[in-house]
């Protein structure tokens, strides 16, 4: 599991850890990782689902010490304003897309070989963001339209080998990624709650499901919602924070 350091990572971790699974847990922050594995059967990984050596290295010590998982769980992601016109914003594009697109595929290929003779479930997290394109939030709108193309090509590649792909596209949850952003957040969800959805969409295999069901329904409309409609809805919406970490 990716993006284990804290936020829906963590919950998800202290989910699956409360029914007793064995865990493979990797982030960035060391203490945040060893915060998430307190009274959990866990191992930890130092590595950035951006650096696709560290994942492999990751992911072998893990086949090599608890042996191949049942469920791989991506849950790692960045979040941050961007304007195209900016050029110290390139990189932080650069760094979104790397995070939020290729760090699925770093997080999943070195297990597809390992669970082709099992099955299992890959799990991606997406985001009702990539459903239409945000002002302020291109690199991170773009990424999870992205990411949500990316898992259903990959659940079609997979199909046949008994191994499950599914996206989970959560609306707002209450993680210290949305914390910083300046404007209301319907339907937001506790960090636990959401991981409990989660994992809900993963026992049952679904190929896409938008959580909660509410937001669900906003994604609807909005998918549906013609062109000059949704212009002249969103052109001024209120903007993710520039300048944050990546």
């Known amino acids: 599991m990716t993006g ?7 919950a998800l971790a202290r989910h699956y850890g409360a029914l007793g699974a064995q865990l493979g847990l990797a982030g960035r922050r060391l ?11 866990a191992r930890l990984y130092l590595a950035d689902v951006r650096d696709a ?22 849950a790692a992601g960045i979040s941050v304003g961007t304007l195209t016109e900016a050029a110290e914003d390139a990189a932080v594009f650069r ?6 697109v ?21 799990c991606g997290i997406s985001s009702v963001a990539g459903v239409r394109g945000l002002p302020g939030g ?3 709108s773009a990424s999870k339209a992205a990411a949500t193309v990316y898992l259903e090509s990959l659940r079609l590649e997979l199909r046949s080998r008994d191994i499950a792909v599914v996206s989970v596209a959560p609306g707002y949850i209450d993680t210290p990624m ?3 952003n300046p404007y209301a957040m319907p339907f937001r969800m506790a960090a636990a709650t959401a991981a409990a959805k989660v994992a809900h969409c993963i026992a049952r295999r679904h190929a896409y499901a938008v959580i909660p069901w509410q937001m669900a329904w906003v994604a609807r ?21 520039r300048g944050l970490p990546t």
Do not use: W
Not at 4 to 10: F, R, V
Not at 68 to 74: E, G, L, Q, S
Not at 222 to 237: G, H, R, T
């Open 102 to 122: 290729l760090g699925l595929v770093h997080t999943f290929q070195p297990f597809i070989g390992p669970m082709a003779a099992g099955g299992g479930v890959l």
């Open 31 to 41: 203490q945040g990782l060893q915060d998430t594995a307190v009274g959990l059967d």
């Open 95 to 100: 760094a979104v897309m790397d995070a939020n």
């Open 221 to 241: 409309m909005l998918k549906c919602l013609p062109i000059p409609v949704y212009d002249a809805l969103f052109e001024k919406a209120p903007r993710k924070p």
């Open 138 to 140: 291109s690199a991170y």
């Open 178 to 180: 949305t914390r910083v």
């Open 4 to 10: 284990a350091s804290s936020g829906l990572g963590a």
């Open 53 to 74: 050596a560290a994942m492999q290295a990751a992911a072998e010590a893990f086949l090599r010490d608890a042996g191949t998982p049942d469920i791989v769980i991506a």
